[in-house]
C-alpha cells in the first residue's frame, strides 16, 4: 500500500510552473495590458528616447550623425541666445500662469453665482479656448500690427497718443504682447475647470459656515479654497505644461523675434532643428526642457497634493 | 519658334499672355514634335513624382501645371506635382535624399543641390544642352548649379529682391534718380523720414526680405561671414562699418521693422503708409490690383553699391534637381529641357508677371521685361546675384546660417542698441564657427 501511494504521487502531479502561469490572473492581466503598454512605447517613450539621444549626437536633417557626448549642452551653456531663450520661457510661463491662475479663479467664482443667462455665459467664456490657436494668433498678430493695430488707431483717434505703439518691435513690449495673448487662450480653461470643481463643494458646509457667522472671506478661505486644491493642482499642473511648451501663439506672431526677445525654447529648437537643419542641436534644446517641465510637474504635486493641507490644517 | 517672334511684337501686360502662348491643340502638337526630336527618351511606363515650392502668383503655377499637363500628353510620362512651403522643401527634400525614395525632382530653393551632391544626377547634358540653344548660363547659374564640373542641378529662375520706392516721394526728397551708392542712399533714407514718407526694411525673422537686404549690407561695406576657405571672418572693421550703416538707417525707418516678416512691408506698402523698401515684384503685382495710385507712383532700382565698389545682392535662386536614385533618369532630363524651352518658359515666366527671373541669356528679349519699363530691373537679378555662401562654399553650412539669422540678428541686435557693435559679432562669430565647424 505504501509502495503504490509513493509510486501513485506523481501521477497527481503538482501543476507545472506553466499551467500555474496559465491559471494566474495577474498573469493574464499583464497581456490585456500589452496594447496599451505598445501605444505607449511606440508613441511616447520611443519619440522621447529618440529626442534625447538625438541631442547626444551631431544629426542634420537628412544625415545620420555621430554620438558626440554632451557637446551639444556644453554649447548651449555658452550661448546668449539660448539663455534668453531660458529667461524668456521661465518669465512668460510665471507670469502668464499667475494671471491665467488669478482671473481664471475670479471668473470662476463670478460664473459660480447665481446670474441670468447662465448657460450662455458659461459657454462664451469657453471661446478663446475653442478658437484654433494659429487662428487666434493671427488675430493678435494684426491686433499689434505696428501700421494697423486697432487699438493704436482706437487711441490715436481719442488723441491719448501721437505715434503707433511698436507692440511686437520693442522686446518689453513684444513680450508684454505675447504674454497677454497667451493669458487671453488660456484663462477659460482655468475658468471651467475650476468652476467644475466649485460645483462639488456641498451648499450644506456653505449653511453651516453662513450660521456660525462666517464671512465671506472665510467662507472662500476655510471651504472653497482648501475642497478646490486637487483640482487647482492639477489643472495649474496642465497650465503651466501648456504655457511652458507654447509654440504657435509665439511662432504666428514673432517669430521669436524682436531680437529674440520672445524666443522660447520651443520657438529656438525648431528654428534650430527644423529651419537650419541642426537635429542634434534642436534636440538638446527640446531635452532641457524636461528638468524644468519635471520640476514643475514635482511642485504642484507635492506642494499641493497634501492632504492635510487640503483639509484646512497647517503643513507640518 | 514662330510663336515667339509673334509675341514679340505684342504689346501690354499679363493680358496677352494667355493669347501669346501656344493655345491647347499648337501646344500638344509642338509637345509632341520636340518630344519626338528629343535626345532624352522617357523610359517606357516611366512615372515621375515632383516637389516644387507653393505659388505666389496664381498665374504662373497655371503655366507650370499646362506644361505639365502638355509634356504627359506628348510622353505619356505620369507627372505628380505636390506643392509645399518654402520652409517645409528643404527637410522634406533632405529626407527623401537621404532614404532614396519618395520623389524623383525637387524644384526647390538657394542651394539645395548642395545640401547633397552625391544624391543629385549629373545633368551636365541637359545644361550644355540648353546653354548652347538659348545664349548661355549667366555665371551665377553656374555656382548655383554646379558642383565641380558637373551640373548637379539646373537653375531655373530667380526671385529678385530691389529697390521698391515711390516715385513722388523720392523726388520730393531731392532726388531725380534712385541713388547708386550707399552713401546717397542713406540721405535718401534720412530725407524721407524728414518728409514723413518713411522708408522700411525687415530687421526680424523674415526668411526672404530679411536675409537679402542685411547680407546686401554686410557685403557692400566689405564684410564676409566666411572667406573662400570658409573660415569665419564676421569680425572685422568692415562688419563694424556695416553695422554702423545699418544702424543710421535704421534710426530713420518707420518704427516696427523689428518686428516685420516676410508679409509685413507688402501690406504696409500698398497701403501707402511705407515709401522705400526692399522687396520681390510681388508689391507692384498686388498695388495694380488693390491700390492702383501706389503702383502707378511706384518704381524698383538695383540695391545701391557699397565701398566695395561693386553690386553685392543676394537674390532668391530657384534650382530644380534630380535625384540619381531615380528609375527613370531620361523622362526627369526630358521634362527639365522641355520646361526651360522657349515655347514653354516664355508663357511661364510672363504668367509670373516679373516673379521668375531666367539664367538663360536670351531669355533677356521676353516682351516681359520690357512691356512694363518697371519690371525691367528684375530682369538682371540672375546676372547680379550671389550665393547664401557668400565667398564661402555653397552649402548644408551657408543654408544652416541663413536658417538660424546669424547675419539678420547680428544686424538688429546692433540696430536695436541691444549689444554694442563687439558684442553683436562675437554673438554671430560664436554661432557662425559652430555652424562651420
Known sequence: ?316 | MTDFTRRTVLQGGTAFAAAAALSGEALTNWAKAWAQASQWKPEKGAKINLMRWRRFVEAEDAAFMKMIAAFKTATGVEVTVTNESFEDIQPKASVVANTGQGLDMVWGLYSLPHLFPAKCMDQTDVANYLGKKYGGWTPSAEMYGKSGNKWIGIPVATTGGLMNYRISSMEKAGFKEFPKDTGGFLELVKALKKNNTPAGFALGHASGDANTWLHWALWAHGGNLVDKSDKVVINSPETVKALEYVKALYENFIPGTASWNDSSNNKIFVAGDLHLTSNGISIYVAAQKDNKAVAEDMNHAYMPVGPVGKPTELHLAFPILTFNFTKAPQACKALTAFMLEAENFNPWIEAAQGYLSHFLVDYDKNPVWTADPKRTPYRDVSKRTLTPGGQGSLGEKAAAAIADFVVVDMFANFATGREDAKGAIAVAERQAKRIYR
Open chain 1, 1 to 316: 500500500m505504501v509502495d503504490a501511494t509513493i509510486s501513485a504521487r506523481p501521477r497527481i502531479a503538482e501543476p507545472s510552473a506553466w499551467s500555474r502561469l496559465r491559471t494566474n490572473r495577474h498573469w493574464l492581466g499583464y497581456w490585456f495590458m500589452v496594447p496599451a503598454l505598445g501605444f505607449l512605447v511606440l508613441f511616447l517613450a520611443y519619440p522621447l528616447g529618440l529626442g534625447v539621444w538625438l541631442s547626444f549626437t551631431d544629426t542634420k536633417i537628412g544625415r545620420a550623425g555621430e554620438f558626440i557626448g554632451l557637446e551639444n549642452y556644453e554649447w548651449l551653456g555658452g550661448d546668449s541666445i539660448f539663455w534668453i531663450s531660458v529667461f524668456n520661457t521661465l518669465l512668460y510661463t510665471i507670469v502668464a500662469s499667475i494671471i491665467k491662475f488669478a482671473a481664471g479663479l475670479y471668473l470662476a467664482l463670478l460664473l459660480n453665482k447665481h446670474l441670468p443667462f447662465k448657460a450662455m455665459i458659461r459657454a462664451a467664456i469657453l471661446i478663446p479656448f475653442i478658437v484654433p490657436t494659429v487662428l487666434s494668433a493671427i488675430a493678435f498678430w494684426w491686433i499689434y500690427d505696428s501700421q494697423f493695430s486697432i487699438i493704436s488707431w482706437s487711441l490715436r483717434k481719442i488723441g491719448l497718443i501721437s505715434t503707433n505703439i511698436d507692440f511686437l518691435g520693442d522686446p518689453n513690449n513684444a513680450r508684454a504682447s505675447t504674454i497677454f495673448a497667451n493669458i487671453w487662450r488660456g484663462v477659460p480653461f482655468v475658468a471651467i475647470t475650476l468652476l467644475a470643481g466649485l460645483q462639488t463643494v456641498s451648499p450644506s458646509l456653505y449653511e453651516a459656515a453662513t450660521i456660525d457667522g462666517a464671512t465671506p472671506w472665510q467662507r472662500f478661505r476655510y471651504i472653497t479654497y482648501p475642497l478646490l486644491t486637487p483640482i487647482i493642482a492639477v489643472v495649474m499642473t496642465f497650465s503651466v505644461l501648456f504655457t511652458f511648451t507654447d509654440f504657435q501663439l509665439i511662432w504666428a506672431m514673432t517669430r521669436g523675434g524682436p531680437v529674440n526677445a520672445t524666443h522660447l525654447m520651443a520657438t529656438l529648437s525648431y528654428q534650430r532643428a527644423i529651419m537650419g537643419g541642426q537635429l542634434g542641436e534642436g534636440a538638446a534644446i527640446a531635452t532641457a526642457m524636461i528638468p524644468f517641465l519635471l520640476a514643475a510637474i514635482m511642485i504642484s504635486w507635492f506642494g499641493l497634493q497634501r492632504r492635510k493641507w487640503q483639509q484646512g490644517g497647517d503643513n507640518d
